[in-house]
């Protein structure tokens, strides 16, 4: 079981930067891929981001390929989003999520695939 906390959203003008973290309690985060997904107001919840447990592999959707960057810091119990030249379609609450599938090197895509996750960061960009 883990418990997932997030934190760092805000307001922030188009073509700016926000840092997303993510808390994870337990011993299991380690050997968990872990994923950042979002969800406008109106729309489904969609992938935006993926790391494979050790941190050798990462996977973005393409809308925000070039733009985001996921990293892990086991020994910490966190991942991070860095999310830069913002656009104002980012706007969305951001969800961390873990995949409860140990030592795997296939992400998860779907938000169905995904057993444990966080409350939530609410990010806007403005126009």
């Known amino acids: 079981q883990v418990q997932l906390v997030e934190s760092g959203g805000g307001l922030v003008q188009a073509g700016g930067s926000l840092r997303l973290s993510c808390a994870a309690s337990?011993?299991?985060?380690?050997?968990?891929?872990m994923g950042w997904l979002r969800q406008a107001p109106g729309k489904e919840r969609e992938f935006v981001a993926a790391?494979?447990?050790?941190?050798?592999?990462?996977y973005y959707a393409d809308s925000v390929k070039g733009r985001f960057t996921i990293s892990r810091d086991n020994a910490k119990n966190t991942v991070y989003l860095q999310m830069s030249s913002l656009k104002p379609e980012d706007t969305a609450l951001y969800y961390c999520?873990?995949?409860?599938?140990?030592?795997?090197?296939?992400?998860?895509?779907?938000?169905?695939?995904?057993?444990?996750w966080g409350q939530g960061t609410q990010v806007t960009v403005s126009s």
């Open positions: 999520a873990a995949d409860s599938r140990k030592y795997r090197d296939d992400v998860r895509y779907s938000r169905d695939d995904y057993n444990y």
């Open positions: 790391i494979t447990w050790s941190g050798d592999s990462t």
């Open positions: 337990g011993r299991t985060f380690r050997t968990y891929n």
